[in-house]
């Protein structure tokens, strides 16, 4: 420190001038600024609570004056970073301390009102400018009015020069905390967390890198939440029960926070120098395990001017072996920040912490049941350990084993203590347990995942015993197409099909309006899960098919996601529809291909969307047009359908089609599927008038008029409904709006010539 104290005497000035000279030789070095001023002292000052409060008081701009100074400071010349900070001070600044020096001899002690008025004694300064135009103009006595802020200060005044000097250190640190302050120890807390279960192999490899002599840095690479935190605690939990080598008995693990360094480090510099500092106080100890979670944020803004980030402060101590580090991090992180950095990436030995198997994670969360079981008071049942645990693997798939089957069972206590059992006065029955079912758990399914009840497990395998019957109930003269469908939702639900693909991969064929978009919304409904639809007639353009996986990187909507990942990701178990394929690029096919054979899909960030529990069903009308040609010419022997399936041959490529669960093809339009539809239509326009109040009754002749104008082999059912939008409802409406259907009643439609009208 350069402050020439032979004439200062720190001990004859209170304890808040010696904090404003120690401020001021932190706000220089910080800024490193070629010389120290009397406007360091000021901001210094103004930062102190009794300077702040007096502010207040006499309503006194204290930003603006802050701004002023750090303004004018921030203009000053600063030194290179690559050498030791000198700190020179300015001549008005060593007028400043000649003066303090010469009261000192009459007057003691020095408080900091007697330091304001010293430095409005600075001709030409800027300290004096900003004390007369925004402190003085508010003062009546002047100066005098901030005396009473100070006035605990001067009656505290027991100082004595030694231990001043004691406190006022001539480097970098100066009045700063020890380095522990921003570290919490991992082993005075591990008994409150989840103890690490199994994770032997991984345990004992961390211990052994831990003694090697070079290179002894682990880092835990692996998906969120799959325990890469947990096995610091246990390796706490090791070391304090003694089942390690000897030397690694006394260490301490200490977990360091980069959010609270960061917090505050305003000046350019003080980031570095408040980690230097860690790093060195740990060093110093030697008895030092540093862990850092998301160790890739350390890589931070380098190649931002001078600035090194905390990676390059970071090497040094990582090569000299004193201090072990522990990291972690994800795939994806260390992929994008780490591994570009080789000095880094070399000194760390990289642990896999893989994600636990199934069974693994049911023995991980039965060992970890006697803490949520304390916590929320509650019992839990092993069959709904179980059932969470495989349920939570096979619906939600945006995260990780044993984390999300944790939380589910978490959340499961949660709603028990929430709801508690009570007697039948009303009060919450005490000493009584509540028991978590495999029903409780299965209804945190259903709020968490937004699926339905009968979707979740062999639950939902008892509504697949009906499901011909209930789509054929509403789905017309395609018996033999549902049957197929059926057919592969079950093989699926019972395990035969091949695990890695989705649940089916269907392409349905058939003519317009014969009801292959139907049969999905039947479908969906049925298995109570949602249906996503995507009209492929949107996505003819080339680039247009990037939309449903992400933009690449520098093209717009990139921080958009794709449209079909993100939709699986939300809705894992769902009826996928890609309605009429064949209007979609040829390039759709290729991004298909890996869903149909992987059940997987990976988006433009690298994230990957899964489609195991998806049925993909898509429909075409290709061929079509060539079906009422099958009896005609050489080819007199084809059915419609060969017709079709030849065209759809041709149209879709063989790899393509090889893949796909089944190919359904659909009927065309007959009379007697008509008359269906009608009937089925007509019924719900009746249920829409029962709502006002009204009844309506069609003659026989009505409804065979709506029949033969609705009735089409090429239009389908689709016909039906434009025929009774255009000669029935427009009746209907008149009546209920302007006629004696008004406050209901029942009307009787009947047929005249080539109309209908109302009796």
């Given at each position: 420190?350069?402050?020439?104290?032979?004439?200062?005497?720190?001990?004859?000035?209170?304890?808040?001038?010696?904090?404003?000279?120690?401020?001021?030789?932190?706000?220089?070095?910080?800024?490193?600024?070629?010389?120290?001023?009397?406007?360091?002292?000021?901001?210094?000052?103004?930062?102190?609570?009794?300077?702040?409060?007096?502010?207040?008081?006499?309503?006194?701009?204290?930003?603006?004056?802050?701004?002023?100074?750090?303004?004018?400071?921030?203009?000053?010349?600063?030194?290179?970073?690559?050498?030791?900070?000198?700190?020179?001070?300015?001549?008005?600044?060593?007028?400043?301390?000649?003066?303090?020096?010469?009261?000192?001899?009459?007057?003691?002690?020095?408080?900091?009102?007697?330091?304001?008025?010293?430095?409005?004694?600075?001709?030409?300064?800027?300290?004096?400018?900003?004390?007369?135009?925004?402190?003085?103009?508010?003062?009546?006595?002047?100066?005098?009015?901030?005396?009473?802020?100070?006035?605990?200060?001067?009656?505290?005044?027991?100082?004595?020069?030694?231990?001043?000097?004691?406190?006022?250190?001539?480097?970098?640190?100066?009045?700063?905390?020890?380095?522990?302050?921003?570290?919490?120890?991992?082993?005075?807390?591990?008994?409150?967390?989840?103890?690490?279960?199994?994770?032997?192999?991984?345990?004992?490899?961390?211990?052994?890198?831990?003694?090697?002599?070079?290179?002894?840095?682990?880092?835990?690479?692996?998906?969120?939440?799959?325990?890469?935190?947990?096995?610091?605690?246990?390796?706490?939990?090791?070391?304090?029960?003694?089942?390690?080598?000897?030397?690694?008995?006394?260490?301490?693990?200490?977990?360091?926070?980069?959010?609270?360094?960061?917090?505050?480090?305003?000046?350019?510099?003080?980031?570095?120098?408040?980690?230097?500092?860690?790093?060195?106080?740990?060093?110093?100890?030697?008895?030092?395990?540093?862990?850092?979670?998301?160790?890739?944020?350390?890589?931070?803004?380098?190649?931002?001017?001078?600035?090194?980030?905390?990676?390059?402060?970071?090497?040094?101590?990582?090569?000299?072996?004193?201090?072990?580090?522990?990291?972690?991090?994800?795939?994806?992180?260390?992929?994008?920040?780490?591994?570009?950095?080789?000095?880094?990436?070399?000194?760390?030995?990289?642990?896999?912490?893989?994600?636990?198997?199934?069974?693994?994670?049911?023995?991980?969360?039965?060992?970890?049941?006697?803490?949520?079981?304390?916590?929320?008071?509650?019992?839990?049942?092993?069959?709904?350990?179980?059932?969470?645990?495989?349920?939570?693997?096979?619906?939600?798939?945006?995260?990780?084993?044993?984390?999300?089957?944790?939380?589910?069972?978490?959340?499961?206590?949660?709603?028990?203590?929430?709801?508690?059992?009570?007697?039948?006065?009303?009060?919450?029955?005490?000493?009584?347990?509540?028991?978590?079912?495999?029903?409780?758990?299965?209804?945190?399914?259903?709020?968490?995942?937004?699926?339905?009840?009968?979707?979740?497990?062999?639950?939902?395998?008892?509504?697949?015993?009906?499901?011909?019957?209930?789509?054929?109930?509403?789905?017309?003269?395609?018996?033999?197409?549902?049957?197929?469908?059926?057919?592969?939702?079950?093989?699926?639900?019972?395990?035969?099909?091949?695990?890695?693909?989705?649940?089916?991969?269907?392409?349905?064929?058939?003519?317009?309006?014969?009801?292959?978009?139907?049969?999905?919304?039947?479908?969906?409904?049925?298995?109570?899960?949602?249906?996503?639809?995507?009209?492929?007639?949107?996505?003819?353009e080339k680039h247009t098919i990037s939309k449903l996986i992400g933009s690449p990187a520098g093209y717009v909507g990139y921080d958009e996601g794709g449209l079909l990942t993100s939709a699986i990701r939300k809705s894992p178990n769902c009826v996928l529809l890609l309605d009429e394929i064949e209007k979609a690029h040829e390039d759709i096919y290729n991004i298909l291909l890996q869903v149909m054979d992987y059940a997987r899909l990976t988006d433009n960030k690298g994230n990957k969307a899964n489609f195991h529990n998806v049925i993909l069903i898509m429909t075409s009308n290709a061929g079509a047009q060539y079906a009422a040609q099958a009896n005609v010419g050489f080819a007199g022997g084809m059915t419609k359908g060969d017709a079709m399936m030849n065209t759809v041959r041709k149209r879709f490529k063989p790899e393509f089609l090889n893949r796909l669960s089944a190919t359904v093809v659909f009927n065309e339009m007959n009379r007697v599927m008509a008359e269906r539809i009608l009937d089925k239509k007509l019924e719900v326009?009746?249920?829409?008038?029962?709502?006002?109040?009204?009844?309506?009754?069609?003659?026989?002749?009505?409804?065979?008029?709506?029949?033969?104008?609705?009735?089409?082999?090429?239009?389908?059912?689709?016909?039906?409904?434009?025929?009774?939008?255009?000669?029935?409802?427009?009746?209907?409406?008149?009546?209920?709006?302007?006629?004696?259907?008004?406050?209901?009643?029942?009307?009787?439609?009947?047929?005249?010539?080539?109309?209908?009208?109302?009796?």
């Open positions: 420190m350069d402050i020439d104290i032979k004439n200062l005497r720190l001990d004859l000035c209170t304890q808040r001038v010696a904090e404003a000279f120690s401020g001021m030789y932190s706000i220089a070095t910080l800024t490193r600024a070629e010389f120290i001023t009397p406007e360091h002292m000021l901001l210094a000052i103004i930062r102190q609570n009794e300077f702040r409060s007096f502010c207040q008081k006499k309503r006194i701009d204290l930003e603006k004056i802050e701004k002023e100074t750090q303004t004018y400071l921030s203009s000053l010349a600063r030194e290179s970073t690559d050498r030791p900070y000198e700190g020179l001070l300015s001549v008005m600044m060593l007028s400043l301390i000649q003066r303090i020096a010469e009261e000192q001899q009459t007057k003691h002690p020095i408080s900091i009102p007697d330091i304001l008025d010293y430095m409005l004694e600075i001709d030409g300064s800027l300290v004096q400018y900003l004390l007369i135009e925004y402190v003085i103009i508010r003062c009546q006595d002047g100066i005098n009015d901030i005396k009473g802020e100070y006035a605990n200060d001067i009656e505290d005044y027991e100082l004595t020069s030694d231990d001043i000097y004691d406190d006022f250190p001539d480097d970098d640190s100066m009045f700063e905390e020890s380095w522990q302050n921003n570290l919490t120890c991992i082993n005075d807390i591990y008994s409150n967390r989840n103890p690490l279960i199994g994770r032997e192999k991984e345990l004992e490899r961390t211990i052994r890198i831990l003694c090697r002599k070079d290179k002894n840095n682990p880092l835990f690479i692996g998906e969120p939440g799959v325990g890469k935190t947990a096995m610091i605690y246990g390796l706490a939990a090791k070391i304090e029960s003694g089942d390690v080598p000897e030397w690694l008995r006394s260490m301490k693990i200490y977990s360091l926070d980069m959010g609270s360094i960061v917090a505050g480090a305003s000046y350019n510099g003080e980031y570095e120098r408040r980690l230097k500092e860690i790093l060195n106080g740990a060093r110093d100890n030697g008895k030092c395990i540093i862990y850092i979670d998301e160790i890739h944020t350390i890589m931070g803004n380098g190649n931002n001017g001078n600035t090194m980030n905390a990676a390059d402060i970071l090497k040094p101590y990582l090569e000299d072996g004193r201090t072990r580090f522990i990291g972690s991090t994800t795939f994806q992180e260390y992929n994008r920040s780490i591994a570009n950095n080789k000095a880094v990436a070399r000194r760390f030995a990289h642990i896999e912490i893989k994600e636990p198997s199934v069974e693994e994670a049911k023995e991980i969360i039965k060992a970890l049941l006697p803490h949520y079981e304390k916590h929320h008071g509650v019992k839990y049942k092993e069959d709904a350990v179980e059932y969470a645990v495989e349920q939570s693997d096979a619906f939600i798939n945006d995260r990780y084993l044993p984390d999300k089957a944790i939380d589910i069972i978490d959340e499961a206590g949660a709603l028990l203590q929430q709801h508690r059992l009570k007697n039948k006065a009303g009060k919450v029955m005490a000493q009584r347990f509540q028991i978590v079912s495999r029903d409780i758990v299965k209804k945190i399914f259903i709020d968490v995942c937004r699926i339905d009840a009968k979707a979740l497990g062999n639950e939902g395998n008892e509504a697949l015993k009906d499901l011909e019957g209930n789509i054929t109930k509403e789905i017309y003269g395609q018996d033999e197409a549902v049957r197929m469908v059926v057919r592969a939702v079950m093989m699926a639900k019972a395990g035969l099909s091949e695990p890695e693909k989705p649940m089916a991969s269907l392409l349905f064929v058939g003519p317009t309006g014969v009801g292959k978009t139907e049969v999905c919304k039947v479908l969906a409904r049925e298995l109570g899960i949602e249906l996503i639809r995507f009209d492929m007639s949107e996505y003819a326009l009746k249920g829409r008038m029962k709502e006002r109040k009204a009844e309506m009754l069609l003659s026989a002749e009505a409804c065979e008029f709506l029949l033969e104008k609705g009735f089409s082999e090429r239009y389908g059912a689709r016909e039906m409904d434009r025929v009774i939008q255009q000669y029935l409802t427009p009746l209907l409406m008149e009546e209920i709006l302007f006629g004696k259907l008004k406050n209901g009643g029942t009307v009787s439609i009947t047929r005249k010539t080539d109309v209908l009208s109302v009796e």
